[in-house]
């Protein structure tokens, strides 16, 4: 009977390590959700320092990135909570919505909206420079619309734990991801479906 291969345990690379190893790629999921690059920087600094500090907590070592990534969330998550507490949900960014210049006054979509996005816009997610531009339209959405979005789209999270987390009511969440949505969608039709040749 052949003995089988017994693979090495996994360990923890040294802390000295760590921003080299996995700087930069928290740095990018920090900025993704915070379109600031001061905040992001100091997200990516405080994940690190919570990683030290509870270190021995680590299960698996193979799986450090997946671990960092979820301290990172939750910092990322903190920092919302603080600034949702400083701001009430009353005053997010209502001036600046696209909704009159996509409908009339009876609710109708005015003639040219939606926009034509083409045959096959699922065809234009293959593309690298559509990417490009979703995350500027994505860095420009206000604060709250960021938030919850990020949440809800990109990290997948339940409604249920979104407004939880955010401290707002489902009615609020529905309202603020419509808005999202509806900001990103201007923001692609300007800048990306402008019906010229891709």
């Given amino acids: 009977m052949v003995a ?5 345990k996994a360990e923890v690379p040294p802390p000295e390590k760590w921003v080299d190893e996995y700087g930069d790629y928290l740095y990018r999921c920090a900025f993704v959700r915070l379109h600031d690059p001061e905040l992001a920087a100091d997200a990516v600094q405080e994940t690190l320092l919570a990683a030290l500090e509870s270190i ?3 299960e698996n070592p193979a799986a450090m990135k997946s671990w960092l990534v979820g301290i990172l969330k939750h910092k990322v998550i903190d920092h919302f909570r603080k600034r949702s507490r400083e701001r009430p949900v009353s005053e997010v960014d209502s001036s600046d919505d696209p909704f009159d210049e996509f409908f009339d006054a009876a609710g109708e979509w005015k003639p040219g909206f939606p926009k ?3 045959e096959n816009p699922g065809a234009e997610l293959e593309k690298s420079e559509f990417w490009s531009t979703f995350r500027e339209c994505l860095a420009k959405l206000p604060g709250r619309l960021s938030q919850a979005f990020a949440l809800r789209v990109l990290d997948d999270r339940s409604s249920e734990e979104v407004y939880k ?3 707002i009511t489902p009615t609020n ?3 603020i991801l419509y808005r999202a949505r509806m900001h990103l969608r201007r923001c692609l039709e300007m ?3 402008t019906g010229t040749d891709r």
């Fill in 4 to 8: 089988e291969a017994v693979k090495p």
């Fill in 56 to 58: 021995d907590r680590l």
């Fill in 116 to 118: 034509d996005w083409g």
């Fill in 165 to 167: 987390e955010m401290d």
């Fill in 173 to 175: 969440l529905w309202v």
């Fill in 191 to 193: 800048n990306w479906f």
